[in-house]
């Protein structure tokens, strides 16, 4: 059994999340979404095996790799795709630099806000203009305004980026949901480019997550979606990811807009991704449940602070928080009290008064930023009254 209660100690390793903010040198980082836990065995024991070859030349993707993605999403999703489907890059990032490229400086991209920041940074690599729709709260939930997403679509609209789940908002989109957005892509002729790389993990038992391309043969034409193991099994540094695009002249388009752009995967990370899928379904779920617990400790300390507030988040290990009502800059707030958190403004119109908090770490680390955060908002409470 994993123990994701051990404090993994992550400096000297160049982790991102400790370098960025390393002159803050006693902050708890709650930031970048990258786990604080160890990986399955089995993917270790994967990475030893290979290494102990010693020979590290050029590499492709074998096909049993590629079936073992195929069975896992089958079992995890019900969703049934080929081996030919599938086409790798190194990261789900880099997959949509090579979905925007395969479309014209004239093109506009549509996009939800707040979202991921690579949503609407990456068009304009490519000259491309941003049409963005806000997100509204319905039910409790972060969802499309749908009239808004019609609203705003014109002739130059090409492109469709979604994130399913919704990250920062923690949505997983349901069955209506996604066949509405699916009805509205055909209805305009749009490529859907679905980011479902938070997929593997859903941590609210009540709903399951739905692989667009998964609803209809119409749909599925239409769409690439980019998946990886990096955050299900916390590898993101072994660069690893993969499309499914099952429309061959997409597909065709998709490969030669890579080019030679991307260099493809390396080879650690195919074996950590044929490991992963392969046999690490039971960490995974031992994972969701530690991650579950977690999100709860998470509310509870909303619930004692009325003036944040935290729509449901049914997936992802991301709680992202509203903090409109401390009328301060919170991430500044919590960032002078010792708790670095993701800047909501950093995901667009509609995050300024957010921000992002990562909860996959050991329940120690949690309690410990949860605690500076309550000092935080004590020592602003006490601001406010003066």
């Known amino acids: ?151 705003k679509i014109d002739k130059t609209c090409r492109l469709l980026f979604i994130c399913n789940p919704h990250n920062p908002g923690g949505t997983v989109f349901t069955k209506e949901e996604l066949l509405k957005i699916g009805e509205i892509a055909i209805k305009h002729n749009l490529i859907i480019c679905s980011d479902e790389i938070h997929s593997d993990l859903v941590l609210d038992k009540d709903v399951k997550h739905i692989p667009i391309a998964s609803l209809s043969d119409k749909i599925a034409q239409r769409t690439i979606t980019l998946m990886a193991p990096s955050k299900t099994f916390n590898i993101a540094g ?21 080019g030679h752009i991307n260099g493809g995967v390396n080879l650690l990370g195919i074996e950590a991704t044929r490991a992963a899928y392969k046999y690490g379904e039971k960490w995974l779920e031992e994972l969701l449940e530690y991650l579950r617990e977690n999100l709860k400790v998470v509310e509870n300390f909303i619930s004692k602070n009325p003036k944040l507030k935290l729509l449901k988040c049914e997936a992802t290990y ?12 919170a991430y500044k707030l919590f960032l002078d009290n010792g708790v670095v958190l993701n800047e909501g403004k950093s995901f667009g119109d509609g995050g300024e008064n957010f921000v992002r908090l990562n909860f996959g770490t050991s329940r120690k680390t949690l309690l410990k930023a949860l605690n500076r955060m309550q000092i935080a908002l004590r020592s602003c409470d006490k601001a406010f009254q003066k």
Request: glycine letters at 2%.
């Open 318 to 329: 991301l709680a992202w928080i509203d903090c409109s009502e401390l009328k301060t800059d």
């Open 238 to 258: 072994l660069q690893s990811s993969f499309a499914i695009i099952e429309n061959k002249e997409l597909m065709d388009k998709f490969v030669n807009s890579m």
């Open 1 to 151: 059994m994993a123990n994701f209660d051990k404090i993994i100690d992550r400096k000297k390793t160049h982790a991102l999340k400790l370098e960025r903010y390393k002159k803050y040198e006693n902050a708890v980082n709650m930031w970048v979404a990258d786990m604080d836990f160890k990986s399955p065995k089995c993917i270790t024991k994967a990475l030893k095996k290979r290494i102990n070859h010693e020979v590290f030349g050029y590499t492709v993707i074998d096909e049993d790799t590629k079936q073992t993605i195929k069975t896992f999403l089958k079992k995890r999703h019900n969703y049934k795709i080929e081996n030919s489907h599938i086409a790798f890059a190194s990261g789900v990032v880099a997959s949509m630099n090579i979905v925007c490229n395969m479309f014209g400086k004239k093109d506009s991209v549509v996009i939800v806000k707040p979202i991921y920041p690579y949503f609407f940074t990456t068009p304009k690599h490519f000259g491309q203009k941003v049409v963005s729709v806000n997100m509204k709260n319905i039910n409790n939930r972060w969802m499309f305004d749908f009239d808004e997403l019609e609203s």
